[in-house]
């Protein structure tokens, strides 16, 4: 299931500072303002008594609270969304929030060559989907993480009203053109929602976990 990677994601948890595998100047032209946040639905906020204990102990930092799923649907179906809204560095931080749910759903820490390489390939997906979407459509809306019986769902949405789809024929050595080729190959299925009468569209792929 693995291929080759311009980067390696490890399995050590969130990188400081929104540092990852792709920088934020690694995709050029995405149209992103200078200084803004990121804005995504997380579980219940830490209360303000716990982070004044935790920062009265002497030479200890308080350390961040774990983000919870966004919503929890029948099944055992798990969901994640993050959104891109005024946002900057948006391939690292695509990656650092689907990193935070691979461990929250235990496909992280990987004891396993195959389980390693599965995390790898989904953050390696996400990558490409959010590049894609800042490549061609200014830039994502929003990223959506789903997990079900052993299958993550990625979808990322933007305003763009192109067609992604791999470039054909597929040259190895040629610059560009090889996110959608990626996705194709290893997910087990991908495509393209559109809502009648709204601009934009989500992109989604869909990996299975090993075993």
């Not at 490890?10 to 995709?27: F, H, I, K, L």
């Not at 390696?124 to 959506?144: F, I, M």
């Not at 090889?178 to 929602?193: A, N, S």
Request: glycine fraction near 16%; hydrophobic fraction near 35%.
């Amino acid at each position: 299931m693995s291929t080759t990677r311009p980067y390696s994601p490890g399995d050590r948890g969130p990188e400081p500072g929104g540092a990852s595998g792709a920088s934020e100047g690694d995709v050029p032209g995405t149209g992103e303002s200078e200084g803004g946040g990121v804005s995504a639905v997380m579980g219940a906020p830490v209360p303000a008594s716990a982070g004044a204990s935790a920062s009265s102990s002497a030479g200890q930092a308080a350390a961040p609270a774990a983000p919870g799923p966004v919503s929890e649907g029948e099944g055992g179906r798990q969901v994640r969304v993050l959104s891109f809204e005024d946002a900057s560095g948006v391939v690292p931080l695509a990656r650092d929030f689907t990193r935070e749910a691979l461990y929250a759903w235990g496909w992280l820490p990987s004891a396993t060559a195959d389980q390693r390489a599965a995390a790898e390939d989904v953050l390696l997906v996400v990558s490409e989907l959010v590049t894609n979407a800042c490549l061609h459509a200014e830039g994502p809306d929003e990223l959506r993480i789903a997990f079900e019986r052993k299958v993550i769902r990625l979808e990322v949405s933007d305003r763009g009203n192109g067609q992604p789809a791999p470039r054909t024929p597929h040259r190895a050595g040629r610059p560009g053109g090889h996110g959608m080729f990626i996705v194709q190959r290893l997910c087990l299925d991908w495509g393209v929602l559109r809502t009648p009468g709204v601009a934009g569209k989500r992109v989604w792929a869909e990996l299975g976990a090993p075993g």
